[in-house]
């Protein structure tokens, strides 16, 4: 079993940054791939950035390229989501989840794929 706490997510103005945070305990932190999912109304769970067990490979979604940056420290079982350049169509809750299968490639865009999910962290961009 893991468990997945975010938080960080607030309410900006568009162009401004946001650091989101997940705290994960349960099995060890360092065997699995990690990744940034957002979900707005309406819309179907969206995969935005992911990172390998080692953080070796990182993966973007196109929409948030060179704006967001993911990052993990496994020796505080802790990955973040650096956003930068905010849009209102960042709009979304966002959940950090865990892969427990991936081994040491890099992470999969897959939602269906990850195995275990925080309760999300709501970021409303306004603009």
């Known amino acids: 079993q893991v468990q997945l706490v975010e938080s960080g997510g607030e309410l900006v103005q568009a162009g401004d940054s946001l650091r989101l945070s997940c705290a994960a305990s349960g099995r060890t932190f360092s065997n699995y791939a990690m990744g940034w999912l957002r979900q707005a109304p309406g819309k179907e769970r969206e995969f935005v950035a992911g990172i390998s067990w080692s953080g070796a490979f990182t993966v973007y979604t196109d929409s948030v390229k060179a704006r967001f940056i993911i990052s993990r420290d496994n020796a505080k079982n802790m990955v973040y989501l650096q956003m930068n350049g905010l849009k209102p169509e960042d709009t979304a809750v966002y959940y950090c989840?865990?892969?427990?299968?991936?081994?040491?490639?890099?992470?999969?865009?897959?939602?269906?794929?990850?195995?275990?999910w925080g309760q999300g962290t709501q970021v409303t961009v306004s603009s």
């Open positions: 989840a865990a892969d427990l299968s991936r081994g040491s490639g890099p992470p999969t865009q897959r939602a269906r794929e990850y195995d275990y």
